[in-house]
T-cell receptor, first 116, second 109 residues
Framework: GAVVSQHPSWVICKSGTSVKIECRSL??????MFWYRQFPKQSLMLMAT?????????EQGVEKDKFLINHASLTLSTLTVTSAHPEDSSFYIC????????????FGPGTRLTVT | DAKTTQPTSMDCAEGRAANLPCNHS???????VYWYRQIHSQGPQYIIH???NNETNEMASLIITEDRKSSTLILPHATLRDTAVYYC??????????FGGGTRVLVKP
């Protein structure tokens, strides 16, 4: 199956700083990438959808100025959590859907963010 | 997105078949049935999908009723590593996955 990687797998940062998370499709071109967030004991919540070369579409209630998404190439999307606060601590997961794969989404392993 | 309903949790014995049900009461003609699972602290993993015929791969089998209103995911010989939350979806081309609660499956020795 298609492989999606994320970097870093975990990160600890101080309150007020920004953190960038990378999502890469390793063996296919991802025309669409998705970013999810998951709090402990909860299900995944979709944050935003991005298409290569276009601005991301954010779900209701997700602050676009706080969660900056860049999908500059067909294999890379980044999520930057700006001015992070402890309540942003969560498990962030990306997924990718490629050309010719109009249904399946393939997920990365996730990035655990802890803001102190 | 169309919704599905699943039991909240179920236990199964290691080595036995695990049958996971899903109701797709609002599924439309262009939507496929998809199953994913999420093992603790990992990203979700694609398992299997189908339109109206039963499907089998190396991970599982998928049984879809004739009216497509329900499906069953079958793990033929459950192992401890199959302990996870399992999600079913109705998915059409270009749609995105939105997660409900899924079924929390605990495989016991």
């Amino acid at each position: 199956g298609a492989v999606v990687s994320q970097h870093p797998s975990w990160v600890i940062c101080k309150s007020g700083t920004s953190v960038k998370i990378e999502c890469r499709s390793l063996d296919f071109q991802a025309t669409t990438m998705f970013w999810y967030r998951q709090f402990p004991k909860q299900s995944l919540m979709l944050m935003a959808t991005s298409n290569e070369g276009s601005k991301a579409t954010y779900e209701q209630g997700v602050e676009k100025d706080k969660f900056l998404i860049n999908h500059a190439s067909l294999t890379l999307s980044t999520l930057t959590v700006t001015s992070a606060h402890p309540e942003d601590s969560s498990f962030y997961i990306c997924s990718a859907r490629g050309t010719g794969r109009s249904y399946e989404q393939y997920f990365g392993p996730g990035t655990r963010l802890t803001v102190t | 997105d169309a919704k599905t309903t699943q039991p909240t949790s179920m236990d199964c014995a290691e080595g036995r078949a695990a049958n996971l049900p899903c109701n797709h009461s609002t599924i439309s003609g262009n939507e496929y049935v998809y199953w994913y699972r999420q093992i603790h602290s990992q990203g979700p993993q694609y398992i299997i999908h189908g339109l109206k015929n039963n499907e089998t791969n190396e991970m599982a089998s998928l049984i879809i009723t004739e009216d497509r209103k329900s499906s069953t995911l079958i793990l033929p010989h459950a192992t401890l590593r199959d302990t996870a939350v399992y999600y079913c979806f109705n998915l059409a081309a270009g749609n995105k996955l939105t997660f409900g609660g899924g079924t929390r499956v605990l495989v016991k020795p």
